[in-house]
């Protein structure tokens, strides 16, 4: 941190939080979700969990949960209770999540290796991740098993830590991470590492909104961008100004890896643990603190970065030095009132906020939006969150053509905080885009790419306002098409499983929340045949 020897404005702020005392404790835990790590590694060994519920060896399932063994957590890629698959002569096996674990709760003041957010922390191994990758499914059971410990053994599990990403939208998955935000934990994740933005390509799991359908009232997933030791956003991390939290160390990281060893990797993957072992941190301090607490407290704390305004929730980055004052902090009432809001809209999918802020002693303010039916508010959900002193927000990802209500309130995170009543209520429309623009084929002449005998790709050129392309292919040249098919914003796709020497008409259109489309070259079918 900036006030801490070596001294780094960038860095999480830990060496901060430590040089006041705080190092963590063992009472406090976090599931790494994740591929496995090495439970003898020597930085690790002393913060790796051991079930007391467990008899090892017996080969019974002492502790009722499912899993028989289950000593340091439990492998639901393989289906066993060896969370460590790796070899001196393969060391690669379970690296990710080793170096993940090292970020988390290397030990320190050991003299060795490196030092973990947390000097003192417990963490389980829910390995999820194999060589050959994982499923969603397995990661539902993941999660689901820190969730049981939790409810039956009374594990003080104050999150999940989720470096990891893919494989789609997922209701299971979704309902397991409601479930977890339902047993007082967050559900910490990686933005991903694609350099795009969430806001308008969602990316799982970081994407999905823990609020039990908007009923919840706060977020338990917390998504993690990537900076460097300069501020600025790492190039390779996804982002979202509604979307992405908040950012931390994500480049050049350095912790352990299998067989006692240590490197340097770079990811939202090493972010992410950054943000996991502070959270841990917090609730050493005090454990009473809830999950929606020690999230308003990460969130308030974060540090303004040029490079993530407009690009995160907070606009800022992990900073542990100014966190922990806030997790010791009891509150002091919020008094005063918020008044004057107004509502306009801004574009398509956000509007502007303004509001006199008559509060004091507040730390943050909350905003809440409502879809407005013939006048009448709907049910409330969170919509965003300001910093104390806050006059102005802009809420997004909101619908096209859509009224929304909108009220803030001024409120006190930290212990026994306390809020103010709601504002008046304001409310505007969203504007109607314009249809998108017209577009092109892309390939030469009126020929598809990469022709066999049983597969093209078809690609095109962009439509300006586009949020969705369709495609439609047919054997017939009647320019009539039925079998629509969508690409999301993709602007490409493989057909495969066709026809040998066979003349193929596609077309393509283009739509957006305005609800109007566009058909590409001026609604006129192309055509390719495929090859013997």
């Known amino acids: 941190g900036d006030a801490s020897s070596p001294a780094n404005q960038y860095g999480s702020g830990a060496a901060e939080a430590w040089e006041q005392g705080y190092t963590g404790s063992d009472s406090i835990y976090v599931g790494i979700i994740d591929e496995g790590m090495q439970v003898a590694h020597p930085d690790l060994n002393a913060n790796v969990w051991v079930n007391p519920f467990e008899i090892a060896g017996n080969g019974i399932d002492d502790d009722g949960n499912g899993y028989r063994d289950d000593i340091n957590g439990w492998d639901f890629a393989n289906g066993n209770a060896s969370v460590y698959d790796g070899s001196p002569s393969n ?11 090292g970020t988390i709760g290397g030990v320190g003041g050991n003299g060795i290796g490196v030092a973990g957010v947390n000097w003192n922390v417990t963490m389980i191994s829910a390995k999820f991740l194999g060589t050959r990758g994982g499923s969603i499914s397995n990661a539902v059971l993941a999660l689901n098993y820190l969730v049981d410990l939790k409810i039956r053994h009374g594990l003080n599990i104050v999150a999940s830590s989720n470096s990891w990403g893919g494989g789609g939208y997922s209701q299971a998955m979704l309902d397991s991470i409601n479930a977890s935000g339902n047993a007082n934990m967050l559900f910490i994740a990686a933005a991903g590492n694609s350099g795009t933005n969430n806001d308008t390509t969602a990316s799982y799991p970081s994407n999905y909104q823990c609020t039990n359908g908007g009923t919840r009232g706060w977020d338990c997933v917390v998504a993690v961008a990537a900076t460097d030791s300069a501020g600025g956003i790492a190039s390779f991390s996804q982002y979202g100004a509604a979307t992405v939290d908040i950012g931390a160390p994500g480049v050049g990281v350095w912790s352990s890896v299998p067989q006692g060893s240590y490197a340097s990797y770079n990811g939202t993957s090493m972010a992410t643990p950054h943000v996991s072992g502070a959270v841990a941190l917090c609730a050493s301090i005090d454990p009473s603190l809830s999950a929606p607490k020690l999230r308003d407290i990460l969130t308030a704390a974060a540090a303004p970065t040029t490079s993530l305004a407009g690009k995160t929730v907070t606009g800022g980055r992990l900073d542990m030095g100014a966190m922990v004052s806030r997790c010791a902090a009891v509150a002091v009432p919020v008094t005063g009132s918020v008044t004057d809001l107004t509502a306009t809209a801004a574009s398509s999918t956000s509007v502007n906020l303004t509001w006199t802020d008559g509060a004091s002693d507040e730390s943050l303010f909350e905003i809440q939006s409502a879809v407005s039916t013939s006048g009448v508010c709907g049910a409330w959900s969170l919509a965003g969150q300001g910093g104390a002193n806050t006059t102005s927000s802009t809420v997004t990802g909101l619908a096209a053509s859509t009224t929304y209500c909108f009220r803030v309130r001024a409120g006190n995170g930290y212990i026994g905080g306390t809020f103010t009543a709601w504002s008046n209520e304001a409310s ?28 093209a790709k078809l690609s095109w050129g962009a439509s300006s306002g586009a949020t969705k392309y ?43 929340a305005a609800g109007g489309e566009t058909y590409s070259n001026g609604n006129t079918f192309w055509s390719f045949r495929t090859r013997t």
């Open 428 to 455: 505007a429309t969203t504007q109607t885009p314009p249809p998108p623009g017209a577009f092109n084929k892309t390939s030469p002449a009126n020929n598809a790419t990469g022709i066999s005998r049983s597969s």
């Open 470 to 512: 369709e495609y439609c292919y047919d054997t017939t040249n009647d320019n009539a098409c039925s079998n629509w098919v969508s690409t999301g914003t993709a602007r490409s796709v493989t057909l495969r499983n066709l026809g040998s020497l066979t003349m193929y008409y596609w077309h393509v259109r283009a739509s957006n």
């Open 91 to 101: 060391t690669s096996i379970d690296a990710h999540g080793t170096h993940v674990g």
